[in-house]
């Protein structure tokens, strides 16, 4: 079974959006993009060139991936333009009719079949970078096993989130983590654990049976209402 795993970049309030450039990606009206660029240190540069310094096969959503082929092809000699562009590259899109960029190949209709058969395979471990609508579909169909989630040190407001409505309930088992130079938390989540519920409250009194029972009837006629 090859291992998937996710790559984003998140601000404290869980904006993914256009981390890399302001042109990045301005739908929704979106004028914060290259929001990340001024924490990048060496550090980052290490943790980044260890997970590409590995056999690795990459799965991209559509507009990522759009992003990605206009880029890395010429690149020159980044760092990262070799790895990137000797990858093989699953796109899912239910738009695009081909796909140019050396070594890609499209999913097809059924992207969550599409990406358990690959698991199922021989091969690199997967990683996707970027794509936010594609791991929205992967974490409700349960396909992801690793989540790198760098956070860093500012909120924004608005912008496309990594969990938004609609995002299944999941526990996750923190394995690593680190903070660069400039207070960007890369921590390393397993999925897969169980949410473990419980209640700090004491064994309800009299006033607390009525504070319930006035909640629940609240948001009865609010349902009611709507």
């Given at each position: 079974?090859?291992?998937?795993?996710?790559?984003?970049?998140?601000?404290?309030?869980?904006?993914?959006?256009?981390?890399?450039?302001?042109?990045?990606?301005?739908?929704?009206?979106?004028?914060?993009?290259?929001?990340?660029?001024?924490?990048?240190?060496?550090?980052?540069?290490?943790?980044?060139?260890?997970?590409?310094?590995?056999?690795?096969?990459?799965?991209?959503?559509?507009?990522?991936?759009?992003?990605?082929?206009?880029?890395?092809?010429?690149?020159?000699?980044?760092?990262?333009?070799?790895?990137?562009?000797?990858?093989?590259?699953?796109?899912?899109?239910?738009?695009?009719?081909?796909?140019?960029?050396?070594?890609?190949q499209?999913?097809?209709?059924?992207?969550?079949?599409?990406?358990?058969?690959?698991?199922?395979?021989?091969?690199?471990?997967?990683?996707?970078?970027?794509?936010?609508?594609?791991?929205?579909?992967?974490?409700?169909?349960?396909?992801?096993?690793?989540?790198?989630?760098w956070?860093?040190?500012?909120?924004?407001?608005?912008?496309?989130?990594?969990?938004?409505?609609?995002t299944?309930?999941?526990?996750?088992?923190?394995?690593?983590?680190?903070?660069?130079?400039?207070?960007?938390?890369?921590?390393?989540?397993?999925?897969?654990?169980?949410?473990?519920?419980?209640?700090?409250?004491?064994?309800?009194?009299?006033?607390?049976?009525?504070?319930?029972?006035?909640?629940?009837?609240?948001?009865?006629?609010?349902?009611?209402?709507?």
């Amino acid at each position: 079974m090859r291992k998937l795993w996710v790559n984003t970049f998140l601000t404290l309030d869980g904006v993914m959006q256009a981390p890399g450039g302001p042109e990045e990606d301005t739908s929704g009206g979106f004028t914060h993009g290259g929001w990340s660029v001024k924490y990048w240190d060496e550090q980052m540069n290490e943790v980044l060139g260890a997970a590409m310094g590995k056999p690795f096969d990459l799965l991209l959503g559509r507009r990522t991936y759009e992003i990605f082929a206009a880029h890395w092809p010429r690149a020159g000699d980044h760092s990262a333009a070799a790895p990137l562009n000797n990858a093989t590259k699953y796109v899912a899109s239910r738009t695009l009719k081909k796909v140019e960029w050396q070594n890609s190949q499209l999913l097809g209709p059924d992207v969550p079949k599409a990406v358990a058969k690959l698991k199922r395979g021989e091969g690199p471990e997967i990683q996707v970078h970027g794509s936010g609508n594609l791991i929205h579909t992967l974490l409700e169909h349960r396909l992801v096993d690793e989540l790198r989630i760098w956070t860093f040190p500012l909120v924004l407001g608005t912008g496309k989130r990594l969990f938004d409505t609609g995002t299944v309930p999941a526990g996750l088992e923190l394995v690593d983590t680190t903070v660069s130079t400039t207070g960007v938390t890369i921590a390393t989540y397993k999925t897969g654990a169980a949410i473990g519920y419980g209640s700090f409250a004491i064994e309800p009194n009299q006033t607390e049976l009525d504070r319930r029972k006035k909640v629940a009837q609240e948001g009865a006629t609010a349902d009611h209402a709507s």
